[in-house]
């Protein structure tokens, strides 16, 4: 088997060839994530950094379309690698990168626990990084300068909207388009 473990053992890659019949039933029983909705920056570049620092030990993928180039960010990163459709690769605590999509990549994703076992799916939800309360049903999406995600609740963006411009405004975790704007009658 030629299971490729990179970055100080935080990435472990499985080439599209060597992954299992048996992975493959498994995967197709997790949630997708599409890189068209995962808030990029710039908008629509394919770009965004990503921290697997859950309450997760390895978050498992199997990637069913696209290509993407992950370019690790730890200090003892490694080389970047390219991971494609068919491919499972295994994020394990830790592990911190910057993502480049080169095709719009869907995978499914499940979590694993210390223990090695699934993790039941949690539900849906979203705090706020600032105060802690929830906002799934309306949020801010914001990635600073050094590439730190948070999520804001509506209150804690309001209280600094100038800290956060650029913030992408959710509902549901989802984007909402920005309001189209109106042009002056002449």
């Not at 992975?23 to 950094?49: E, I, M, N, R």
Request: charged share 25%; proline share 8%; hydrophobic share 30%.
């Amino acid at each position: 088997m030629a299971t490729v473990n990179k970055p100080a053992s935080l990435v472990t890659l499985i080439p599209a060839a060597e992954v299992s019949e048996e992975l493959q039933v498994l995967a197709a029983t997790w949630p997708v994530w599409d890189s068209k909705t995962h808030p990029q920056k710039p908008k629509g570049s394919g770009k965004f950094s990503f921290d697997y620092s859950g309450d997760y030990d390895t978050e498992r993928v199997l990637i069913t379309k696209g290509r993407a180039t992950l370019t690790p960010v730890n200090p003892a990163g490694g080389d970047a690698i390219c991971i494609e459709s068919g491919d499972s690769v295994y994020f394990h605590r830790g592990f911190k990168c910057n993502w480049k999509v080169h095709s719009p990549m869907l995978k499914h994703y499940a979590y694993y626990g210390d223990d090695g076992e699934l993790m039941p799916e949690p539900e849906p939800g979203i705090t706020c990084d600032i105060c802690k309360a929830g906002c799934f049903v309306e949020s801010y999406f914001h990635t600073g300068e050094d590439g730190t995600e948070l999520d804001l609740c509506p209150k804690c963006f309001k209280k600094d909207v100038g800290k956060y411009s650029g913030a992408e405004k959710q509902k549901f975790g989802e984007p909402v388009p920005a309001p189209a704007k109106r042009q002056k009658k002449k």
